[in-house]
């Protein structure tokens, strides 16, 4: 029954790894976005995708590469981790990129990522 | 950057309402406002929005002001679960027909006993 599903929960790594997360919305939403959340609690936008097409693309590192197989799916693949990937990753959904209106967006439970 | 500035901290006493203010006075004539609210290490969730006039819904009330160059959020009962971080929300247009919500620093409500 949940909307938006993240995996892993929890991922503890080393420094230097590659590392995927992966989401799921069976929300029959149109887009779909990745949140990154750090120590300081800020959450900022990372990607966001739209019936598969990259629309958003926050000044994220080339490390960081999403992969939207069809519009349910939106995976986060990461390379050559570091120390400052620590964070909680969230991704989310909406309707659509909110061009008809209101975007409300469903979030998922997030998945913790530790680079040692 | 947000568009928005929220008190960064408010207690409210159980079974009382909480009252959450937000300022957004660079809003455009037609940008809703939305507020989200973050339970501690969970993710964020939807309560409310509006575009001028004031709304209610299951979870809270929103009250625009009639310039909407501010809100607020009402709890009518708080409860301790509704303790959290609460983000007033002004979308930010990023092109091609989309937008994306930029969460600011929120405020931290604790509802106390």
């Known amino acids: 029954d949940t909307a938006v599903s993240q995996t892993p929960k929890y991922l503890v790594t080393q420094m230097g790894n590659d590392k995927s997360i992966k989401c799921e919305q069976n929300l029959g939403h149109d887009t779909m976005y990745w949140y990154k959340q750090d120590s300081k609690k800020f959450l900022k936008i990372m990607f966001s995708y739209n019936n598969k097409e990259l629309i958003i693309n926050e000044t994220v590192p080339n490390r960081f590469s999403p992969k939207s197989p069809d519009k349910a799916h939106l995976n986060l693949h990461i390379n050559s981790l570091e120390l400052g990937d620590s964070a909680v990753y969230f991704c989310?959904?909406?309707?659509?990129?909110?061009?008809?209106?209101?975007?409300?967006?469903?979030f998922g439970a997030g998945s913790r990522l530790t680079v040692l | 950057d947000a568009k928005t500035t929220q008190p960064p901290s408010m207690d409210c006493a159980e079974g009382r309402a909480a009252n959450l203010p937000c300022n957004h006075s660079?809003?455009?004539?037609?940008?809703?406002v939305y507020w989200y609210r973050q339970i501690h290490s969970q993710g964020p969730q939807y309560i409310i929005h509006?575009?001028?006039n004031n709304e209610t819904n299951e979870m809270a009330s929103l009250i625009i002001t009639e310039d909407r160059k501010s809100s607020t959020l009402i709890l009518p009962h708080a409860t301790l679960r509704d303790t959290a971080v609460y983000y007033c929300?002004?979308?930010?247009?990023?092109?091609?027909?989309?937008?994306?919500?930029?969460f600011g620093k929120g405020t931290k409500l604790s509802v106390i006993p």
């Open positions: 989310a959904s909406s309707q659509d990129s909110g061009g008809s209106g209101a975007n409300v967006l469903t």
């Open positions: 660079t809003i455009s004539g037609n940008e809703y």
């Open positions: 929300i002004v979308r930010v247009f990023y092109g091609a027909g989309s937008y994306q919500l930029t």
């Open positions: 509006g575009l001028k």
